[in-house]
C-alpha cells in the first residue's frame, strides 16, 4: 500500500473526513470527529521510526493493546506509534513487505474501535445509516 492508496481507503470508510490538523505533512482521518488515522512521512534521517524507515510513508492507527504487542512480534514494520500513546496506538510503516490486507484491516480495526467508542447516539445515528459490516469490519 502506497500514501495514496492509504488515503484512499481511508475515505472509503463511511463519514470519514480528511483533515490537517498538525500541519501540511500530516493528514488525519476522523469518524464524527474522532481520529482513527494519521498518514504521515517519515523524514530522510528517519528520526520518527527508526534509521530503516527513512523516507517512507506511515499509519497511525488505533489498536488493541493485546493485539498491538502480536502484531509487533509479527510484522517488523508495525511499532509503537510515533507521537502517541504507546499502549493504544501502532505505526504502520507503509513499505511493499507490509501485505495490503494486512494494512487494510488494521484501518477497519481502527475504525471500528473509534466507532465503538463513540457516545451512545452517535454510534446509533451511524447504525441507522450502514450495516454492521460497513462499520464493524
Not at 490537517?20 to 521510526?49: H, I, N, Q, W
Not at 501502532?90 to 466507532?115: A, C, F, G, Q, W
Request: aromatic share 10%; with cysteine; hydrophobic share 35%.
Amino acid at each position: 500500500m502506497n500514501y495514496q492508496d492509504a488515503v484512499n481507503y481511508c475515505l472509503s470508510r463511511p463519514e470519514t473526513t480528511q483533515d490537517y490538523p498538525f500541519g501540511p505533512d500530516a493528514a488525519v482521518f476522523k469518524v464524527r470527529g474522532k481520529m482513527f488515522a494519521l498518514l504521515g512521512t517519515c523524514g530522510p534521517s528517519g528520526k520518527e521510526l527508526g534509521i530503516e524507515f527513512a523516507d517512507c510513508d506511515f499509519l497511525n492507527l488505533k489498536c488493541d493493546p493485546d493485539e498491538a504487542f502480536m502484531l509487533r512480534d509479527i510484522f517488523p514494520e508495525v511499532l509503537p506509534a510515533y507521537h502517541m500513546s504507546k499502549k493504544h496506538w501502532i505505526s504502520v510503516v507503509l513499505k511493499e513487505s507490509m501485505p495490503t490486507n494486512e494494512t487494510e484491516r488494521l484501518i477497519d480495526r481502527s475504525y471500528s474501535l473509534v466507532v465503538k467508542g463513540l457516545k451512545k447516539a452517535e454510534r446509533a445515528q451511524l447504525e441507522l445509516h450502514y450495516s454492521a459490516e460497513e462499520l464493524y469490519r
